[in-house]
């Protein structure tokens, strides 16, 4: 799977987008990007994933740049409770079992600031 | 509602003394998989499980066993713990590859003295 590229951390005011970048200038063309975040010490939490369209859902939106070299999560009014770190995972879509298997890399730590 | 339960959350025990931590899943999810986060490290997978009776090494599987013989329940068995493998445990799930996201559990963390 190609690796991804995340700054390690990030404030945002509450209320606020927060955008958060991630680069995989390696991506292959059946690769996913996944984002999940996790709030302390708990289990990751999905947020969403897409392949080449941005894709939006209740929690966020991802952008994917038309070359698919980058993606940036975008949370719209960002709360105190969003402050946790965020991964960004590519994944392959080919059948096999090593296409199941999620690489977390250091992520993100976003901070939400009153 | 649909959920990864693990037990125990937390467990303190001693060297050498056999565990099971258990994992289960409500969603007939096909896929299970056991996660370790340490500091600086990461998560790291253990062990995962395409289906029932179908297990395989993940990154870092030495000293850990699992079973897999009904499609809800992925038991993590430290047959022989040692201090080294202190940390938070992770169970995961998912219906397939491209079929959304893994369901994660709350975590275990357990510490070996």
């Known amino acids: 799977d190609a690796k991804t590229t995340q700054p390690p951390s990030m404030d945002c005011a509450e209320g606020r987008a927060a955008n958060l970048p991630c680069n995989h200038s390696?991506?292959?063309?059946?690769?996913?990007v996944y984002w999940y975040r996790q709030i302390h010490s708990q289990g990751p939490q999905y947020i969403i994933h897409?392949?080449?369209n941005n894709e939006t859902n209740e929690m966020a939106s991802l952008i994917i740049t038309e070359d698919r070299k980058s993606s940036t999560l975008i949370l719209p009014h960002a709360t105190l409770r969003d402050t946790a770190v965020y991964y960004c995972?590519?994944?392959?879509?080919?059948?096999?079992?090593?296409?199941?298997?999620?690489?977390f890399g250091k992520g993100t730590k976003l901070s939400v600031i009153p | 509602e649909a959920q990864v339960t693990q037990n125990p959350r937390y467990l303190i025990t001693v060297t050498g003394k056999k565990l099971t931590v258990t994992c289960s899943q409500n969603?007939?999810?096909?896929?299970m998989s056991w996660y370790r986060q340490d500091p600086g490290l990461g998560l790291r997978q253990i062990y995962y499980?395409?289906?029932?009776?179908?297990?395989d090494k993940g990154d870092v599987p030495e000293g850990y066993k699992v079973s897999r013989k009904e499609k809800r329940n992925f038991p993590l068995i430290l047959e022989s713990p040692s201090p080294n493998q202190t940390s938070l445990y992770f169970c995961?799930?998912?219906?397939?590859?491209?079929?959304?996201?893994?369901?994660f559990g709350s975590g275990t963390r357990l510490t070996v003295v």
């Open positions: 995961a799930t998912s219906q397939g590859r491209t079929r959304g996201g893994y369901t």
């Open positions: 390696t991506i292959s063309g059946n690769e996913y």
């Open positions: 897409g392949l080449k």
């Open positions: 995972i590519v994944r392959a879509a080919y059948s096999g079992a090593g296409s199941y298997q999620l690489t």
């Open positions: 969603m007939n999810h096909e896929y």
């Open positions: 499980s395409m289906n029932v009776e179908v297990t």
